[in-house]
């Protein structure tokens, strides 16, 4: 019989981990630059109905709770635009979660490839999702093309 062993995509993801990277994509940081938990959690409550204190919502991200009821995972859910499964299966979180660092790569090459060095511009492009900075790209790069073209054109 042989023993299998354990590569880095067999650990299990835990909830603060999947919900660290959800935090760093999508929610800007306060002024100390942490997450504003209060506001968040104000936020989450809002669009889901559900009560989910600020309190909570730190516990879940430090580690310090670790089996958030379905209904919270729901509501987090919902707010970050993720299926649930995201939180309750690793292989889909590790797939959004390598999607979304791919995305991120590929936004990064075509700034710099345009020579795209505002350092705010960069900022509220790695706020986007996996899909919005590889459509950012996509228009980086055909800018670029039809910037070249129309210098190509201009020569005499």
């Known amino acids: 019989m042989s023993e299998e062993r ?90 959004m979660i390598d999607e979304a660092v791919l995305a991120g790569r590929e936004l990064d090459q075509a700034m710099a490839e345009a020579g795209v060095s505002a350092v705010y511009l960069r900022g509220d492009l790695a706020a986007l999702s996996p899909e919005g900075k590889r459509m950012a790209a996509d228009m980086i790069r055909r800018l670029r093309e039809l910037e070249q073209g129309a210098r190509r054109s201009a020569r005499p």
Do not use: M
């Open 6 to 95: 354990a590569g880095p995509d067999d650990c299990r993801l835990t909830v603060a981990q999947k919900l660290d990277h959800l935090l760093r994509l999508r929610s800007g940081p306060g002024e100390d630059g942490k997450p504003s938990y209060k506001k968040l959690a104000a936020e989450i409550a809002a669009q889901s109905g559900e009560t989910f204190s600020s309190v909570y919502l730190w516990q879940l991200h430090r580690g310090e709770r670790t089996n958030p009821t379905l209904r919270h995972l729901c509501a987090l859910a919902a707010y970050f635009e993720v299926p649930v499964s995201y939180f309750t299966e690793d292989e889909v979180a590790r797939r």
